[in-house]
């Protein structure tokens, strides 16, 4: 078996060709991305394998068919890249659901702890010899209310992690978990219950037509005064603008974000010697209560092993034994793995 590697990173081949090896499956690693425009370099293989930063439209579902390419493999988890509608029939898409769900909730935790008490401006300054703590007054988590939007794995590690430090959790999901509402500690309420009452609200939710700018002007309205908000979700949660107006009226607090909305061109590579085209991004980034990573909340070793012997399963597993637990099915409501592998 041949699969082209879209968007590589050098941390990505090690362990996509050891369990490659182990299954027979030979990769062909691309720097660029899966694109309208690099679609021709999957001719002659047999699947795709693509980053959340590829583009698999109508029009590359098109040409794969064409090129008689049978599989889409995502290593990662969300597929709000992927025109389900269009490849519903046509192309097998599968998926890695979940993948170290602690890499994601610790990096979540390490950016609120490293906003709140200063962390990012401490290490700074002490470089510079300066030991002045002017400026540098942060505040206790315990007691404090978080709001977890999305109670999946992800989620409810995070929920974990936030018992830990003595807060109390106020949850909300489409679909709740009802064994975590302790009726005290723990409870799921509406939305906007969540916004009104959380002092620090978290993203960890899929990007679906429901959940796309979550956080807009109005939800941000609700909020408490000085809400700190984090996203290591997907960056279309939140609508940047109404987010650069929620902290330049000091609405916002501060944010910790991982992931943005328009970060594909950007994300993943060095621009450090080059002017920043996006003005969102860069106001965001110029903003002293704002702290931005660069999509590195999976980044460990850990999970990048989880990502590579999950990929590979499924690829194995759609390609020789035709079914794969982690295929994606349109038919299922575009949200959940196939049930019945009857998608063609």
């Known amino acids: 078996m041949r699969i082209a590697f879209f968007d590589t990173k050098p ?14 499956i030979e990769f062909k690693y691309y720097e660029t991305k899966l694109n309208e425009d690099t679609v021709e370099l999957a001719s002659g293989y047999d699947g795709v394998c693509v980053f959340v930063n590829d583009t698999v439209n109508a029009a590359v579902i098109d040409r794969l068919c064409d090129l008689n390419v049978k599989l889409v493999a995502l290593r990662c988890a969300g597929f709000n890249n992927v025109d389900m509608k269009h490849a519903f029939g046509r192309i097998h898409v599968v ?3 979940a993948y170290s769900p602690y890499a994601v909730a610790e990096h979540t935790m390490a950016l609120l702890l490293t906003s709140i008490r200063r962390i990012h401006k401490a290490y700074i300054r002490t470089r510079d010899f300066n030991f002045s703590l002017a400026g540098m007054t942060g505040f206790d988590l315990h007691g404090k209310i978080v709001g977890i939007i999305g109670t999946g794995k992800i989620g409810r590690v995070f929920l974990d992690i936030c018992r830990g430090f003595g807060m109390k959790v106020l949850a909300y999901d489409k679909f709740p978990v009802k064994e975590l509402d302790n009726g005290d500690t723990v409870k799921y309420v509406s ?13 960890h939710c899929p990007l679906t037509e429901d959940t796309y700018h979550l956080i807009d002007n109005e939800a941000i ?16 949660l939140i609508d940047a603008e109404a987010l650069l107006a929620g902290i330049k009226s000091r609405k916002v607090g501060a944010a910790c974000l991982d992931v943005y909305e328009e970060e594909s061109e950007f994300f993943f590579e060095d621009f450090s010697g080059h002017i920043l085209e996006d003005d969102t991004l860069a106001r965001l980034i110029s903003m002293p209560n704002v702290i931005v990573t660069s999509h590195q909340a999976f980044l460990t070793e850990e999970a990048l092993s989880n990502i590579a012997q999950t990929t590979v ?6 390609l020789v034994n035709g079914q794969c637990a982690n295929e994606l099915c349109y038919r299922c409501g575009n949200t ?9």
């Open 11 to 24: 941390y990505d081949k090690a362990s996509f060709d050891k369990y490659g090896k182990e299954q027979g």
């Open 95 to 97: 998926r890695v659901p």
């Open 191 to 203: 939305l906007d219950e969540l916004f009104v009452n959380s002092d620090i609200i978290s993203l």
């Open 221 to 236: 309205e609700k909020c408490k005064k000085g809400v700190v908000i984090l996203n290591t979700s997907r960056g279309a």
């Open 313 to 318: 399963n499924n690829i194995y597993d759609a």
């Open 336 to 344: 959940e793995d196939c049930k019945d592998g009857k998608c063609f």
